[in-house]
């Protein structure tokens, strides 16, 4: 079992950063990939970036490409979501999440993963 606690959430003003951290239970962190979604009010969850395991690639949502970073840090067992040039339009909840070692796939779709966050409130003012 993992568990994944959200932190770095609040609130910036457009064109401001934020940099959200997930830290993770678990000794075999290094081997699960780990995603960042969001959820703005009334829209489904969606993807924003995710890591492979042990670093290996990164892939990131067409909307934050360029703007945002995703890195981990594997002996803190942390996985991190660098937020440059925010929008109001990045107004969400972000989760973090983990998907098994065991489990093989593009991880951009949210059925992908079996380890969830309790979700940090970015909040972009205009």
């Known amino acids: 079992q993992v568990s994944l606690v959200e932190s770095g959430g609040g609130l910036v003003q457009a064109g401001g950063s934020l940099r959200l951290s997930c830290a993770a239970s678990?000794?075999?962190?290094?081997?699960?990939?780990m995603g960042w979604f969001r959820q703005a009010p009334g829209k489904e969850r969606e993807f924003v970036a995710v890591i492979r395991w042990r670093g290996s690639s990164t892939v990131y949502a067409d909307s934050v490409k360029g703007r945002f970073t995703i890195w981990r840090d594997n002996a803190k067992n942390t996985v991190y979501l660098q937020m440059n040039s925010l929008a109001p339009e990045d107004t969400a909840v972000y989760y973090c999440a983990g998907a098994h070692p065991g489990r093989v796939g593009e991880f951009i779709t949210a059925d992908e993963y079996d380890y969830w966050g309790q979700g940090t409130q970015v909040t972009v003012s205009s």
């Open positions: 678990g000794r075999t962190f290094s081997s699960y990939a």
